[in-house]
């Protein structure tokens, strides 16, 4: 059994009327219900007041960056090889230092495109805002590691820098020169070091510092022919190429060219330069920079983790030292 109602024109449209008014009446009822006249329009003047100001601000963002904009491009020179400096990063307390530290590093270098890539959901108003006080050209992109690759022992960064290698090939062509670098945001760099790296044909490398438990490790040449003939590496020197992720560049044309080159959780941390490297590249055609890798430009410094034991206990309690600041 089914029941019909039927409705003629005119109540039909008496209802939806009804309906209409009642709507609006909730609304005003759910805004400024239950307040007075004077508290409605002191209100409203607030809000007024707050909405002014945020346009300012963000008029005077606007502006700031035009203003770095300009000043960056005048030192743009198109005919220099693009440095494709890319960062993987994550949230962390230090996170902030670290980040300022290198890219006012990389603020001393011309020609230089900076691929920051957050291992988040969304990306993040810290590091939106760092990028953009900063006069650097920039990408910023959002790589998330999958949840089965999080835990301790799997290799770091895989999904973000392949997530830069992927943006690279995707927007640039073999007619753009440029060279690229993997920059984490713990080490310490020279800015020579990008020099040393610019003109890269295929792959070059010098040596690393603190790193694989020595002072040093780094390429070993050849006196004669002066081209890469081993490694001073201790740690694992059966690596095919046993070499720090800082200690090497490659030719934007060279990660074009071998287009299916990526990092993979198949191998483990220390495994993914010689992973990477030997799809791109052999030994004898290595590029040894760094007057012949005896100079020494960046280092694999750590930063300590902070004690937050205070910090920790404040927040047993719900409190914060860093209530609508950003660390
Ligand atoms: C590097 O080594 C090569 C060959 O051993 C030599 O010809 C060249 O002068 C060296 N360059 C520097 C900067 O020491």
């Known amino acids: 059994m089914s029941i019909h109602i039927s409705v003629d024109m005119s109540t039909k449209k008496k209802l939806i009327w009804c309906i209409s008014i009642l709507s609006v009446f909730l609304l005003w009822y759910a805004v400024f219900g239950g307040k007075s006249d004077t508290e409605q329009y002191a209100a409203m003047k607030q809000s007024m007041v707050e909405y002014e100001s945020l346009l300012r601000e963000t008029r005077e963002q606007i502006l700031d960056r035009l203003k770095m904009c300009q000043r960056e491009c005048q030192r743009w020179d198109p005919d220099l090889p693009v440095i494709y400096t890319i960062t993987p990063t994550y949230a962390r307390p230090v996170q902030k230092a670290e980040l ?33 006080r ?17 835990r301790k022992g799997s290799p770091r960064g895989v999904e973000q820098r392949n997530a830069a290698l ?12 440029g060279v690229v670098y993997f920059a984490d945001d713990d080490n310490s760099y020279s800015v020579q070091v990008f ?20 002072m040093v490790e780094k390429p070993i040449l050849d006196p004669i022919t002066g081209k890469v003939a081993g490694w001073n ?20 044309s060279q ?23 030997q799809q791109l590249t052999t030994k004898d055609h290595l ?11 960046v280092w694999h410094t750590r930063t300590e983790a902070p004690k937050l034991s205070e910090e920790n206990k404040l927040a ?7 209530v609508g600041v950003e660390v």
């Open 195 to 214: 020099d040393e790296m610019r003109f890269t044909k295929e792959v070059s490398v010098w040596p690393v510092g603190l790193v694989g438990g020595l």
């Open 255 to 277: 990660i074009l060219k071998k287009s299916t080159a990526y990092f993979s959780y198949t191998c483990y941390g220390g495994w993914q330069e010689s992973h990477i490297l």
């Open 233 to 252: 590496a201790a740690w694992r020197p059966d690596r095919p190429f046993p070499i720090d992720m800082a200690g090497f560049a490659i030719s934007l």
């Open 316 to 322: 047993a309690r719900g409190i914060h030292s860093n």
């Open 134 to 150: 900063t006069n650097l050209n920039y990408t910023h992109l959002i790589a998330q590691t999958p949840s089965n690759y999080r």
């Open 166 to 177: 992927r943006w690279l090939r995707k927007n640039k062509t073999m007619n753009d020169k």
């Open 100 to 132: 300022t530290r290198l890219s006012q590093t990389l603020m001393h270098i011309s020609n230089l495109h900076w691929i920051v890539i957050e291992d988040s959901p969304k990306p993040t108003p810290l590091v939106e805002n760092l990028l953009a």
């Open 287 to 297: 590029e040894p920079k760094a007057d012949n890798c005896t100079q020494i430009l």
